[in-house]
């Protein structure tokens, strides 16, 4: 197994947070090529088939590797979605085919063998990364077939045929296959033999008239992972449109409603006497029972304040993912835009969060401002934080790419400490500053009502069970047509 150094692209993530911030777009600027121009390809990651998120660098299996092992320039993106790309030994020039060249030569050990029959055992699958365009193929071959006689063949594909499409002097698509290809079989090996490999490929160009990338159908690379999450987008959207209006509806109802109860528990209790009042109190039936006691001030009012702020912190968040994907601002074919551009928006969105949720502290009479700001700030990243350390720790433990090397780690910490800690502190001081007492709709009692003893299926922990049953059961897209009528 080969020991690999620390891609040169962690070191250079030091860089200043102003061109993080730009290099966030995802926006990657395009290659031109001329007639004989070499074209990297990168090897980047193999990992099981079926389970995406463990991965492992391409170069800890045994295959044809350089004496040393030279890393792309990643991004912060590209870092956190387990990429970690070198360069590999094929010869690639622009539109130049090549017919079975020789990549190298290997002598295997047993252990080596075996290595190969495990990861083609558990369906392993490799990428390679050619001008920003992914190249995924199975490692090997596996057959399993009868029960009784039953046969288990395993073999290796030991060749492998590139098939790039150009428009002019760009490359438009890339692909990797193993079509008319027979594996070499790792079967029948003894313990003290070694199996010697050659390992070849081929290149093939052809033209394409797509002059963009983003033209073609999609499904025309044939979608190497399966679409298991197929998303309705047509029931969706008549499903919202019908939950916007009844929720429409009902809102012009109750408030319609409200105004005429409101005015009425807004009289002062001087303008009514005593029995008049038990007899207005009698009248009432459902939740107007409780009204002089919804908007009271909870004796948790830091807790309230803080999953306000980091909710609306969210919101924003989302929101803004959102309009830069509407915007055009990532491209589908730059490794990890998404991730690099949510970590800055999360950064950048703290003072929504301390601006929300001092605000709304100051409105209910809290007085330990400084006590909510910090909760705040840590409500979402401390859990967060100590959950990633013990994912983290097993994807190290297990050599995976999953794992953030400590300088990554370092660099997320220092845009927390100088950026989004003190834009908390920030917002929170102008949310402070600029809160109104809170004006309720309606009085409140300085008696707070007794609330009589709840039967057990009303407690707060069966509320929480039944509430997360149904959408850890169901995904959100099969829940919105039944829950609207469809």
């Known amino acids: 197994m080969t020991v690999l150094g620390p ?8 860089l200043p947070l102003l061109m993080l ?16 121009d070499p074209v990297i390809l990168y090897v980047n990651k193999v990992g099981p088939y079926h389970n995406p998120q463990e991965t492992y660098h391409y170069y800890q299996l045994p295959v044809c590797c350089p004496e040393k092992i030279r890393h792309k320039s990643l991004s912060l993106g590209e870092v956190l979605d387990g990429d970690r790309m070198a360069e590999s030994l094929y010869e690639i020039r622009f539109r130049e085919n090549v017919e079975k060249r020789i990549l190298c030569h290997m002598q295997l050990s047993s252990a080596q063998v075996e290595q190969l029959r495990q990861a083609i055992e558990e369906l392993y699958y490799f990428e390679f990364v050619v001008d920003d365009l992914p190249l995924r193929g199975f490692v090997g071959y596996m057959e399993e077939s009868g029960f009784l006689p039953h046969s288990h063949k395993i073999g290796l594909w030991t060749h492998l045929d590139f098939h790039l499409e150009f428009h002019g002097d760009r490359i438009i698509f890339a692909n990797v296959s193993v079509r008319d290809v027979k ?13 010697g490999l050659t390992h070849t490929y081929s290149v093939r160009w052809s033209e394409t008239s797509v002059e963009r990338r983003s033209d073609r159908r999609r499904g025309d690379d ?28 009902v809102a012009v109802i109750l408030m319609r409603v409200l105004r005429n109860d409101l005015a009425r528990y807004n009289l002062d209790e001087e303008t009514t006497s ?52 509407l915007l055009g601002m990532f491209n589908v074919h730059h ?23 001092s605000h709304f502290y100051r409105q209910i009479g809290g007085e330990r401002w400084v006590w909510n700001i910090i909760l705040t700030t840590s409500l979402f990243s401390v859990p967060f934080f100590l959950t990633w350390s013990v994912v983290n720790s097993v994807h190290w433990a297990n050599g995976s790419t999953q794992a953030l090397p400590a ?45 009589p003893p709840q039967p057990w299926y009303k407690s707060t922990l069966i509320h929480m069970t039944v509430g997360g049953f149904l959408p850890f059961r169901y995904p959100p897209f099969i829940l919105w047509p039944s829950l609207s009528g469809f």
């Not at 911030?21 to 004989?36: I, P």
């Not at 029972?289 to 924003?316: E, K, N, S, W």
């Not at 950064?347 to 969060?353: D, G, R, V």
């Not at 800690?421 to 309606?442: H, S």
């Open 274 to 325: 005593a029995g008049s009042g038990d007899d207005f109190d009698q009248g009432d039936n459902g939740w107007k029972i409780i009204h002089t006691d919804v908007f009271r001030f909870p004796p948790y009012r830091g807790l309230l304040c803080a999953v306000l702020g980091v909710g609306a912190q969210f919101l924003a968040l989302g929101t803004g993912i959102i309009v830069m994907a």
């Open 335 to 357: 490794h990890g835009a998404i991730n690099s551009a949510a970590i800055l928006l999360y950064a950048l969105t703290c003072c929504i969060s301390g601006y929300v949720s």
């Open 183 to 195: 594996p070499h079989s790792l079967d029948g090996l003894r313990p003290d033999e070694f199996l």
């Open 222 to 249: 044939g979608g190497f992972f399966p679409r298991t999450l197929e998303i309705h987008w047509l029931s969706i959207i008549n499903s919202m449109v019908l939950v916007f209006l009844l929720v429409g509806f």
């Open 407 to 451: 300088t990554t780690i370092l660099l997320l910490l220092t845009v927390w400490l100088l950026v989004g800690f003190p834009l908390t502190v920030i917002g929170g001081i102008f949310g402070k500053n600029n809160a109104n007492p809170f004006d309720a709709p309606c009085r409140t009692k300085n008696i707070a009502r007794e609330i």
């Open 21 to 36: 911030l730009l290099s966030t777009t995802g926006v990657a600027g395009v290659t031109h090529y001329k007639a004989g």
């Open 7 to 14: 891609p040169r692209s962690w070191s250079c993530q030091w």
